[in-house]
Each structure stands twice: as C-alpha cells, then as structure tokens.
C-alpha cells in the first residue's frame, strides 16, 4: 500500500503530468468555447429581419416575372432563356416558375444558419471524444511512468528497496490505472458539466430522463473502460521496451501505419469484411455497443456481419491482457543491468 | 556470530545472441563479518558489481547460493531487504525532482518517517541542496545522495559500490568518518566495493580480493599485506664494488635467500630477519652502509594478487592477469605469477 501511494505521489509530482493536466483542461475549455460561439437558441429579431427581407425579395421575382410579359426580352441576365431551344414550349408563366419560386415558398428560416447545441442528442459523444482525448493523454503517461523510470536508472533503485518485482508492477499498474480512472471520470464530469451550461445558455438541454441517462452512462463507462486498457497497454509496452518512446512509438506506429497496412492487406487478399481487420471497427463497435459491416455478394446479395459490443470487449481485453501478461514475465524474469 | 553476507559457489554468464557468452561470476565466494567496514576489490570486470546485484535480486544468478543475516537470497530478500541499504553502480535517479522529494518518495514506499528525508541529508552534508533539481547535482553529489537513500532505512548492512566515486578529496575524508562512525559506533556492517585501493586500506577492516569472478583472498586488510609483503630488504654499501662479492656470500649463505643486484643496491628477499644480513656481510668481512626492510601497500599486493601489476617489457591490461599457478602454502588459493618477458599471449590480450 505505502508503494502503491507513493507511485501515485510520484506519477502527481512529475512535470509531465502537470503538463497533461494543463492540455486536457485547455481542451476542454477550448470545447466549451467553440461549442459556445457556435450554438445558439435562435436568431435575433435583426437577423430575422434581414432574412425575411431577403426572403420577401425572392418571392417578389416571380411575381415581377409574371406581371411583365416582356420580362424576359427586357432582362439582360434571362433574355439568353428566349433564344434556348428547350424553353420553346413554354408559356410565359412556365418560364417564371421554372427560375423563380411560385408562391411565395421563400420563408425566412430558409436564409438564416442557425446552429442550436442538443446535449440530450450530442453532448454524450462530446464527451465520449473528451474522455478518449484524455485516455490518449494517460496511457502515455503511463508509459513515460515505467519508461522514464527505466531510463533514469531508478528502476534498480527501486528493486533494492523493493526486491518482490510482482509487487513492484503491480503497485505501478496500480497507480497508473487510478490516476487514468480519476483522470477520465474528472474529465467527463467537468465535461458533461461545461456542456450542460453551453446548451442551457446557448442550445437546449433537452430531456435528460432515466434512459438518456442510462445509455450516457453506459457509453461513457466503455469510454472509461477503454481508457484503462489504454494504460495498462501503454504501461506494457514501456515496460517490455524498457523506455517511453518505444512504447509511445509502437501505439503511434500502429495507429497511423499499421491500421492503413492491415486494410491494405486485407483488400488485396481479398479477405471477407476486410474492416474487421481495423482496430478502429473494434474499438467503435465497443465504445457504441455495435457495428454493422456490409458487403456484397458475387451474386449482388447484401451481406451483413454483426460485431457487439461484447465480441469486441473480449478481442480487446485479450489484446491487452497478453501484452500485460507478456510484461509481466519480462520483467519478473529479466536481469536488471 | 553467523557472517551478514555468505556466498559460495556464485557463477554468472553473460549470454547474448551476438556475442560470445562471458562468465562473470565463476564460483566466487564472499564472507563478511558483522560490524566491520570490509572491502570489496577487484579489477575492473572482475565480477563485483554482479556480484553485489545477484545478491541484492537485480539480476538472477546461475548457480551457487547467497545469504544476507542468514536467509536466502534472492529468494528471501524481501525478508530483510529493510535491514539492507544498498547502492550499486553509478546512482540514478529521476533527474526532474529534488533530492528531497527523491528521499521522501523513497521512505514513503516503505513506510517510513518523511523526516528522515531530511536527517540522511544533514548525514551526507546535502541539506542546503536539498530543494535543487537532481539534473543540477554534481556526480559527487548524487553519490552523497545514493548514499543517503541508502541510509534511509537505518540499515543494518549498508553495500556501496565505489562511493568515492566523484567525491572531491573532503567529500571523500567526510564519506570515510561517516561508513567508519557507522560501522564502528552505530554497529552497522559495512560492504565498499572500490577501486581505491588507498582509501579500502584507510577505510575497511577485512576485505575480500576477486579477479575473474574468483575470490583471489580474503581475511583482515593488515594480514592481507603483512601475508603478501614478504622480507624484501634493500641493502647499500660505500663502495658499489662489493655489491657482487656481496651477493655471493649472501646466496651460499642460505639456499632460500634470493639476491637480486642492481645498480647501486642489493634486493634480497627470503632473508630469515634483517640483523641475518648484517652478521653473513660482517662475517665475511663486508660492512654495509644501509638496510631498509620495504614494507609493500595494498596496492602492491593487489597488483600482485590480481596480476595486474605491469611486467617488463609488457603492456598488462588492467583485468587481464598473465598467467595463474597454485602457490602450494596459500591452502589452494590462486596466486598470479609473472609471465616470463617476452611469453607469448594465446590471447593476444597483452601484446
């Protein structure tokens, strides 16, 4: 207990993680902020004022048109329609309801771009997108925790104090996978928190009952979930490369190339479903409880494949949990130089 | 009392895929009495430092078997790793926090009193650094602050590899009364693996001799030169003309008396006692004009233990002993003797 407290006073005390605290909160008041000037209730009377002046000066077009059987030969912008050979038919009436709108249809909503901020239908994949942001932010500082120990050479320090190794990663993991919790769960209350002032001053809360509540949580629990994984992950991989950047490397490596290489791959080989090959297709069907992969047939017959939420926590888990096991021996077995 | 450290029969093998396997480790044994200083010395690369982290659990060792207060180690060190502070190799820390928070997050894992932080601090003379940022220590300093962690605990058994290393000549007088006060007032056993063959001599009480990964000697730092330094009298006289007539009278004298003449001087060795050479010279008519007995310093007798001593005419690297004969009166401990000048190397290792 005494080591597991002081792994989190030490991974609390280090430069790096104030330097992460300082971004995840910069980026979520930059969200509060954009969400902020973007969303509105509604226009204001001037705006409305404008629009409906513009709307008014479009309905009156084709009432110009219609009154004017010379229209067409006085405009210089229409009289080009007179000389076309597929307005030959037309009557005079015809021809102003083809360009102009009929009946004064114009309204003016249709000229003002109002966008008004739903937290009951956006804001929980807001803030799903915040806590991943945040996850990210925290499995690297996971892995610069084991990396950096390693690098500094206080890894052999920390054995002489503490020679049972087991205990010693377990107190890191420990450590690490509290400070994400908290982390995540801060972030998505100050999330949700910061959303529900944007949509109460500027958008619409909207119904937040019982089920919303139920679905938000759920969502945000896998979110949360998923941000663990991401930590012990990134703890493995420092812990088996025996430095941050390796681990930092790897996960970054995989994201960008990799994941473009395995869909490559899969298309080339002409592998059935080639996106369950994504990790992305994974992690999307587990943060949303479902994904649904279409192709077609050589006899033009839709197929459907079904990944849940289920099938991809245990894909996940297990991905994870080898390269924590793997981590594990390596470090209970390898010699400390 | 039982030793605080008992190692017997320790072997280590480097292995890598590149390279050749290196046996760092080969049967090395290590006894250290409680409440003494006791020395650890050897060439560079003759296996103290694998020694010291195969006992401390750092890395696993591939035969033999090791002690510390009695339990078996590694598999029983966290037993009694809290009566053992430790330092091995270069100190490393995490460069980014203070000495202070270093300590304190150290005595923390374990449970101990923040304060002692500060107490170890005064011990090692860093209080006034205390607040700094590691990167901004000297190598001197880290080492005091290795030190201090390793005193964190109160240990009963303190090892610190080369804790001189980087100190300035205070700095090393300080760490000298501080292992010493230790040791001989605080009951606390002491391990200095160094390779200051100077301050082992000043310092320790016993020490251990390793070369290869082998014990070479062991047993109280004066036996030790007392054992190795032999009767090696120099003997002058007023006119350098008798120094052959001298030497003549001397090696008939006594079979086992070994003269060897230099320029203005006699080299005997294996002399029963000096008044001996005064009574054969005067006996034959020969007065001497000076006698000194040469009494030899550690270093010497290291050199000589470890074979590391420079030959004539050869270029010895350090580490790369010449050549290992049994000496039959050392009850089966390797000795090191001189190549002959001009012996062919099979290695090539000291051309």
Redesign the interface.
């Known amino acids: 207990m005494n080591l597991y407290q002081s792994e989190i006073h030490r991974t609390r005390r280090r430069v790096l993680t104030l330097i992460f605290a300082i971004m995840a909160g910069v980026g979520l008041l930059a969200l509060t902020v954009i969400m902020w000037f973007n969303s509105s209730t509604g226009p204001t009377e001037a705006q409305l004022a404008d629009a409906q002046e513009i709307a008014d000066e479009m309905n009156g077009e084709y009432e110009e048109c219609a009154s004017d059987e010379n229209f067409f030969e006085d405009s210089p912008d229409w009289s080009w329609a007179l000389e076309d050979e597929y307005y030959e038919d037309y009557s005079h009436e015809e021809m102003c309801a083809e360009f102009f709108t009929t009946g004064s249809e114009w309204v003016a909503e249709d000229f003002i771009y109002t966008y008004t901020f739903h937290l009951d239908r956006e804001g929980v994949y807001i803030i799903m997108g915040a806590v991943l942001v945040v996850g990210l932010l925290a499995m690297l500082l996971s892995a610069s925790a084991i990396g950096a120990e390693w690098t500094s050479g206080g890894m052999a320090n920390l054995l002489v104090w503490h020679p049972n190794r087991l205990r010693v990663w377990g107190a890191k993991l420990g450590a690490a996978l509290t400070i994400t919790a908290a982390s995540l769960v801060a972030t998505a209350i100050v999330a949700f928190g910061l959303l529900y002032l944007t949509a109460s001053v500027r958008g619409e809360v909207g119904n937040l009952n019982a089920v919303w509540w139920e679905d938000s949580l759920e969502i945000i629990s896998r979110t949360v979930a998923l941000g663990l994984g991401m930590s012990v992950l990134g703890a493995s991989l420092a812990m088996l490369g025996r430095h941050t950047a390796i681990a930092g490397g790897i996960i970054a490596g995989y994201l960008i190339i990799g994941d473009l290489l395995v869909r490559f791959a899969s298309i080339a080989l002409r592998i059935e479903f080639p996106e369950r090959l994504s990790l992305y297709t994974w992690v999307e069907a587990w943060l949303l409880g479902r994904k649904e992969l279409f192709q077609w047939t050589a006899a033009g017959r839709e197929e459907t494949m079904v990944i849940t939420s289920t099938d991809a926590g245990i894909l996940i888990g297990l991905v994870i949990a080898g390269f924590a096991v793997l981590a594990t021996w390596a470090f209970a077995k390898r010699d400390v130089t | 009392m039982p030793p605080v450290i008992e190692i017997s029969g320790l072997r280590k093998t480097y292995r890598k895929r590149s390279r050749k396997p290196h046996q760092a480790l080969d049967g090395l044994d290590l006894e250290v009495a409680a409440g003494q200083v006791h020395g650890f010395l050897g060439p560079n690369g003759s296996g103290k430092t694998t020694t010291l982290?195969a006992l401390?659990?750092?890395?696993?060792a591939d035969g033999g078997s090791m002690k510390i207060f009695g339990e078996e180690a590694?598999a029983r060190?966290?037993h009694v790793?809290s009566r053992v502070g430790?330092?091995?190799?270069?100190?490393?820390?995490?460069?980014?926090?203070s000495g202070r928070?270093t300590l304190q997050?150290?005595a923390?894992?374990?449970?101990l009193a923040k304060t002692r932080a500060d107490e170890v601090l005064e011990q090692v003379g860093l209080r006034d650094q205390a607040n700094r940022k590691i990167k901004g220590y000297s190598l001197g300093m880290r080492q005091r602050l290795a030190v201090a962690?390793a005193l964190l605990k109160q240990p009963e058994l303190l090892i610190l590899d080369e804790p001189a290393n980087g100190l300035d000549p205070a700095g090393i007088h300080h760490m000298r009364a501080l292992l010493q006060w230790l040791a001989h007032e605080q009951g606390v056993t002491v391990v200095v693996s160094s390779h200051l063959l100077s301050e082992v001599q000043q310092l320790c009480d016993s020490m251990t001799i390793v070369s290869n990964g082998r014990r070479i000697v062991d047993g109280a730092v004066d036996d030790i030169i007392a054992g190795h330094s032999g009767s090696l009298l120099s003997v002058k006289f007023a006119d350098p003309a008798q120094l052959t007539e001298a030497k003549d009278v001397l090696t008939k004298a006594e079979e086992q008396v070994s003269v060897t003449a230099e320029p203005n001087r006699l080299v005997v060795t294996g002399a029963p006692e000096a008044a001996w050479i005064t009574k054969t010279l005067a006996d034959s008519g020969i007065y001497l004009s000076e006698l000194i007995t040469e009494t030899k310093n550690l270093e010497s007798v290291f050199l000589e233990l470890t074979g590391t001593a420079p030959q004539n005419g050869q270029a010895v690297q350090v580490g790369q002993p010449i050549q290992t004969a049994t000496d039959p009166d050392a009850a089966g401990i390797q000795i090191p003797v001189a190549a002959p000048v001009g012996a062919d190397s099979a290695e090539g290792g000291q051309q």
């Open positions: 982290r401390l659990g750092l890395i696993s590694p060190l966290p790793i430790a330092v091995v190799e270069s100190p490393q820390f995490f460069k980014h926090f928070l997050l150290l923390e894992s374990a449970g962690q």
